[in-house]
Every structure is written in structure tokens, then in C-alpha cells.
Nanobody, 119 residues
Framework: QVQLVEAGGGLVQPGGSLRLSCESSGRIFSIYAMGWYRQAPGKERELVATVDNSRNTNYADSVKGRFTISRDNAKNMVYLQMNSLKPEDTAVYYC?????????????WGQGTQVTVSS
């Protein structure tokens, strides 16, 4: 099992910035990719950004150029720097880790952190 704990959400004005963090623990040796997803009220959960063990990154089109995902493997942390925030970025943001154990893939999720972009 892998445990994920997010931090850093809050209320910010449009155009502002926030930095989300996610600390992983447990069977972290099994993790091959980490990422951030978000879910707005009445909508499905969607991918925001991912980073794999080779530090290859992938971003949703809606956040490209504004958000940056990064990992600090020494601290078992993954971050999401969010700049130029828009009201449509308002959502619960979830940290995700993808693990591989004995050829079986697992998805692990944090509890979520609320991000609200409003004036």
C-alpha cells in the first residue's frame, strides 16, 4: 500500500498562484508515476498533470504553460505549482500514485485538497 497526503489548497484570487504538495509513504518503491487530478462539482475527475520515474511530464491542455509538476524523490514528494489561476481551476485536487507490484498495477489516491479561485 501507498499512502498519499496532500497539502496547500485554499482560496486565491484570479491570476494568483498556489503550490500543492503531496507526500507519499509506504511501498513507495513500487511507484512508477505520480500525478494530480481534479474534480469540479458536477464534473468527472480529470487529469491535470503527471510525472514518471524518468521525469517525463504530461499536462492537460487547459493547464499547459500555467501549471508545473515536479518530484523530489529524496523527500518522497510531488508538487504542483499553479500560476495564473482561473475560476475554472476551482476543484478538489487529488494526488495520485501508480504502482506496479508483481505485474499488477495499482492506483493510489490522496484525500484531496480544495482549491477555490474567486474574487
Amino acid at each position: 500500500q501507498v499512502q498519499l497526503v496532500e497539502a496547500g489548497g485554499g482560496l486565491v484570487q484570479p491570476g494568483g498562484s498556489l503550490r500543492l504538495s503531496c507526500e507519499s509513504s509506504g511501498r513507495i518503491f513500487s511507484i512508477y508515476a505520480m500525478g494530480w487530478y481534479r474534480q469540479a462539482p458536477g464534473k468527472e475527475r480529470e487529469l491535470v498533470a503527471t510525472v514518471d520515474n524518468s521525469r517525463n511530464t504530461n499536462y492537460a491542455d487547459s493547464v499547459k504553460g500555467r501549471f508545473t509538476i515536479s518530484r523530489d524523490n529524496a523527500k518522497n514528494m510531488v508538487y504542483l505549482q499553479m500560476n495564473s489561476l482561473k475560476p475554472e481551476d476551482t476543484a478538489v485536487y487529488y494526488c495520485n500514485a501508480k504502482g506496479l507490484i508483481d505485474l499488477t498495477k495499482y492506483d493510489y489516491w490522496g484525500q484531496g485538497t480544495q482549491v477555490t479561485v474567486s474574487s
